[in-house]
């Protein structure tokens, strides 16, 4: 049974930062692809991140280039995303999500598992 559980979540000020965790209880964690997604009310969910497990490529949403980063540690089986310059328009609940594949993709549809989420809010 693979369990995705994200950490980091809360209530910032536009300009601060946050970072979240997602770790993840599976036996071999260093191939796969992690990813992280987002999902405002009544939006569509939305990619934000993913990294490789073997080379340590990354994908980045436009949306967030520049201000997001994804980094993992495999030794502790956690991916990240630290969020900085936060924005009104990033407030949304943030899910991690594995793909039993190492290629990276902004796919959603691709993932194999999902964490239950954090909520991130960014107010004004």
């Known amino acids: 049974q693979v369990q995705l559980v994200e950490s980091g979540g809360g209530l910032v000020q536009t300009g601060g930062s946050l970072r979240l965790s997602c770790a993840a209880h599976i036996g071999i964690f260093s191939i796969y692809a992690m990813g992280w997604f987002r999902q405002a009310p009544g939006n569509e969910r939305e990619f934000v991140a993913a990294?490789?497990?073997?080379?340590?490529?990354?994908l980045t949403a436009e949306a967030v280039k520049g201000r997001f980063t994804i980094s993992r540690d495999n030794a502790k089986n956690t991916v990240y995303l630290q969020m900085n310059n936060l924005k009104p328009e990033d407030t949304a609940v943030y899910y991690c999500?594995?793909?039993?594949?190492?290629?990276?993709?902004?796919?959603?549809?691709?993932?194999?598992?999902w964490g239950q989420g954090t909520q991130v809010t960014v107010f004004a």
């Open positions: 990294i490789n497990g073997i080379t340590d490529g990354t």
């Open positions: 999500a594995l793909r039993r594949a190492t290629q990276l993709t902004r796919s959603g549809n691709l993932y194999d598992y």
